[in-house]
């Protein structure tokens, strides 16, 4: 899904920001809106900084970068053109179900 010029999200990533909306707004919709928003806008400014974030070789051998906003993970692959992101995953998830879901998503 091309959501921006400067990004696209993978489906299994719209899914994530779609899930995460709906597990806050359960107790709060506008906490949730916000939490979405500042979702989106951090990877919108990844179009001009792409290489933010940090690489996990733990995690995966892919050149994917890792950048935190709040409690989750934005996964994204910095040189592709525009800019993917993979996945958005809770924070405190274990690293190999991260690892997981990385690797499910190509």
């Not at 053109?81 to 190509?106: F, Q, S, W």
Request: charged share 30%; net charge positive; no cysteine.
């Amino acid at each position: 899904m091309n959501v921006d010029p400067g990004f696209e999200l993978l489906p299994g990533a719209t899914q994530d920001i779609t899930e995460i909306w709906e597990f806050i707004a359960a107790e709060n919709p506008v906490a949730a809106k916000r939490v979405r928003e500042e979702i989106l806008e951090t990877i919108r400014s990844l179009a001009s900084f792409p290489h933010k974030g940090h690489r996990r070789a733990d995690i995966t051998k892919r050149s994917l970068r890792f950048l935190i906003v709040r409690d989750y993970i934005v996964v994204y692959a910095p040189d592709e053109k525009p800019i993917l992101v993979t996945a958005i995953v809770h924070g405190k998830r274990n690293p190999r179900m991260i690892a997981d879901i990385v690797r499910e998503r190509k």
